[in-house]
């Protein structure tokens, strides 16, 4: 999957080389998904994991405001809990979010009131694109997670228990 991604895609922009095979194209714009959604999925537990783990933020709020005060708060009810409650809160944290992840592909997958068809149409240098499909009718996105997990996630040891 990595590979695939370094062998087509050109630049730090989202630029695509397109692949000559449709079914390397699938592959492709699947693969891209999935590191979409795990790199989004990474970001939050980043996020949740510094609340729970550092009493101040890495750079200070500019201003008070809303979401300074909410830092704050997490900051200071998670300052007092011992290691092994902070660990299990991120547990908790972990299975929701990928239970939430996993729950949406499962829903595209299997949408009750008809079929949900998911296509990317690439950015290319030249300009020139085609949609390529990323849901298909016998391959589930859901079933895809735990490799996009394993090739994309930084958290791809405490995704895995």
Known sequence: MIELIEKYVVDGFGNINLPESEDEKRKLA???LGLSLIGNL???LNNA???IDNHEPEEPFLRENALSRKDKAFRLAFAHLDNAVKEKIKEIIIDTAS???FSSLVTFDQFEYGDICISLRPKT???KSEALDISDKWEDLHDELPEWIENFSNYRKELKS
């Open 42 to 44: 990474d970001n939050w």
């Open 99 to 101: 239970g939430v992840l």
């Open 49 to 51: 994991f510094d609340l």
């Open 30 to 32: 699947r693969a891209l």
């Open 125 to 127: 240098l030249d300009g």
